[in-house]
C-alpha cells in the first residue's frame, strides 16, 4: 500500500498547541510492558506507526488529559494523535478529556482497535455501529453519549477452540503471525493518513487490505 505522508507534517511549535485539532486520532491499548505486543494493543501500534515514522514520540498530555499525545501539523491542519493511560475498559475517560480539553469535535475523531470479528489481517474502516463487545469501543460510546464516531478496525480474527476472548486478545502474536501484523500495522497507518484528507477513498483503501 501507498506510503502516504499527510499526518507526518513538521511539527507544530509552542504557539500553535492552543488552536483546535482539526483531527484526533486515538490508539486504543492496556498501559504497561505486560501488554505490548498483545492483540489488544493493535492501535497503539497504529499511533507509534505514524510517530516513528519522522522520529516522533508521544509524551505526558496537560495534567487534566488522561493520555500519552503527539501533535503534528500546523495551523487549520493540526493533528492530535494519542494514546490512554487508562486501562481498555475505562478508554471513555480518556477520549473524553482529549475532546473536552483540546475543544475538538467528536465527528473529527477517528478511534483504532483490534476486532475478532474481522479475520486476521483485514481492515474496516466505519462510523458508527456497535461495539462487537470490545470493552475499550463500549466504554468510548458510554462516555462521549454516541456511537456516531469513526473506527478503524484492526483484525486478530476469531480465538481457536472454546479459547475466552479475553484471553485472546490479551495473548502476544505468534513468530509466524508477527510479520502480518506488522505489516497489517503498517498498512493501517496508511489508512489514518488518507483519513484525514478523504474519508470516502480511506475506507476504500481499508477494504482492500486481505482482499487483493
Not at 506510503?3 to 483531527?23: F, G, I, N, V
Not at 492501535?43 to 516522533?56: D, M
Not at 505526558?60 to 503534528?72: D, F, I, N, W, Y
Request: aromatic fraction near 4%; glycine fraction near 10%.
Amino acid at each position: 500500500m501507498k506510503r502516504l505522508k499527510t499526518l507526518l507534517s513538521p511539527r507544530t511549535t509552542r504557539r500553535e498547541t492552543a488552536s483546535r485539532p482539526s483531527h484526533v486520532v486515538v490508539g486504543l491499548r492496556n498501559p504497561g510492558a505486560d501488554y505490548e505486543g498483545t492483540r489488544h494493543n493493535l492501535g497503539f501500534e497504529v499511533v507509534e506507526r505514524l510517530l516513528g515514522a519522522r522520529g516522533e514520540t508521544l509524551s505526558r498530555g496537560p495534567s487534566r488529559v488522561r493520555a500519552l499525545v503527539a501533535q503534528t501539523g500546523v495551523g487549520a491542519d493540526r493533528h492530535l494523535l494519542a494514546v490512554p493511560t487508562t486501562f481498555m475498559n475505562d478508554s471513555g475517560s480518556a477520549v473524553v478529556s482529549l475532546i473536552s480539553y483540546f475543544k475538538a469535535d467528536v465527528g473529527d475523531l477517528l478511534v483504532i482497535h483490534d476486532d475478532i470479528d474481522l479475520p486476521f489481517g483485514r481492515l474496516r474502516l466505519q462510523v458508527g455501529g456497535g461495539s462487537g463487545g470490545h470493552n475499550g469501543i463500549r466504554s468510548l460510546e458510554r462516555s462521549l453519549g454516541t456511537k456516531e464516531f469513526s473506527r478503524l478496525k484492526v483484525g486478530v480474527g476469531r480465538p481457536p477452540g472454546s479459547m475466552d476472548p479475553a484471553d485472546f486478545v490479551l495473548r502476544a502474536f505468534s513468530k509466524a503471525e508477527r510479520p502480518e501484523a506488522d505489516l497489517m500495522v503498517a498498512d493501517a497507518a496508511d489508512v489514518v493518513d488518507l483519513w484525514v484528507t478523504d474519508r470516502v477513498k480511506a475506507q476504500e483503501l481499508a477494504a482492500r487490505r486481505g482482499r487483493e
